[in-house]
């Protein structure tokens, strides 16, 4: 059974950093793309960053360029965020999801994704 279990979020001031982790269970990290999303009331789904694992490549929005790292690690079968310079426009629910897929051309579109975690709260104040 597919299995995604976010942690790691929390209350943090703008300038702050944060790591979240997703333990998954059911596949390995190098099996399918997989990747961090979030969301906020005002918005839909967004991507943040991705893995693509047919070609070992990874996606950034835009938004969090130069501040996020998407990383894993396979020995524990964990996916990793690391969040540094937060800011407030970063709060939201983030997620994390696979496509179970070994290859896709799709891989960063949200609706490409259909396993998802129960998310993590994460809130930066201003």
């Known amino acids: 059974e597919v299995q995604l279990v976010e942690s790691g979020g929390g209350l943090v001031q703008a300038g702050g950093s944060l790591r979240l982790s997703c333990k998954v269970s059911g596949f390995t990290l190098d099996d399918y793309d997989i990747g961090w999303f979030r969301q906020t009331p005002e918005k839909e789904r967004e991507g943040v960053s991705c893995?693509?694992?047919?070609?070992?490549?990874?996606y950034y929005a835009d938004s969090v360029k130069g501040r996020f790292t998407i990383s894993k690690d396979n020995a524990r079968n964990t996916l990793y965020l690391q969040m540094n310079d937060l800011k407030p426009q970063d709060t939201g629910v983030y997620y994390c999801a696979t496509d179970r897929l070994p290859y896709n051309p799709r891989w960063v579109r949200v609706e490409e994704y259909d396993y998802w975690g129960q998310g993590t709260q994460v809130t930066v104040s201003s």
């Open positions: 893995i693509n694992v047919y070609h070992g490549t990874t």
